[in-house]
């Protein structure tokens, strides 16, 4: 084969230090997924959903086929942090923000997309009825994904 071709369907998850609250302004959060948009672009990998609460994100994105998922995170994390800092000099508690040091990456199946996809359009009314700990603890079985508590929330 002469073409290399690639469909890298993920599902990445993350939260903010803590779980703190950071991200409690919609239009802040709306900001920021552009933002993270902008750098995925960057990277040639597209966005198919991306959305989140005031504590934690959601990216539904397809990785291309050059790119590592750590880079991409490191990448992702990095630069909001430092952006998410510019845009907000007059609020002491945004200078203290930083993501949460690890993160969850699932594979999605292309029969799975759109059931992805509304999940996290959908995360505010999500989110009146469970928790990101619970949250992510039923994504990590779901997935058969082995874990150490200890290490989960730091």
């Not at 071709?5 to 409690?24: E, G, N, V, W, Y």
């Not at 239009?27 to 959903?49: A, F, N, T, V």
């Not at 993160?103 to 509304?118: D, E, G, P, W």
């Amino acid at each position: 084969m002469s073409q290399s071709l690639s469909q890298l369907i993920i599902h990445l998850i993350f939260s903010t230090k803590h779980r703190h609250p950071f991200l409690k302004q919609e239009e802040l959060r709306q900001q920021l997924y552009c933002y993270i948009k902008s750098i995925c672009h960057r990277q040639k990998c597209e966005i198919i959903s991306i959305g989140g609460t005031k504590d934690h994100i959601h990216i539904l994105l397809n990785l291309h086929k050059n790119s590592t998922a750590s880079l991409l995170v490191e990448e992702i994390k990095k630069s909001s942090s430092k952006w998410i800092k510019t845009r907000v000099s007059n609020d002491d508690e945004i200078k203290n923000f930083y993501w949460q040091k690890g993160y969850a990456i699932l594979s999605v199946s292309q029969s799975n997309i759109s059931k992805v996809k509304t999940y996290i359009e959908n995360q505010k009314q999500h989110h009146k009825k469970q928790n990101f700990k619970e949250e992510l603890r039923c994504f990590l079985i779901k997935h058969h994904l082995q874990y150490n508590e200890c290490y989960l929330w730091d």
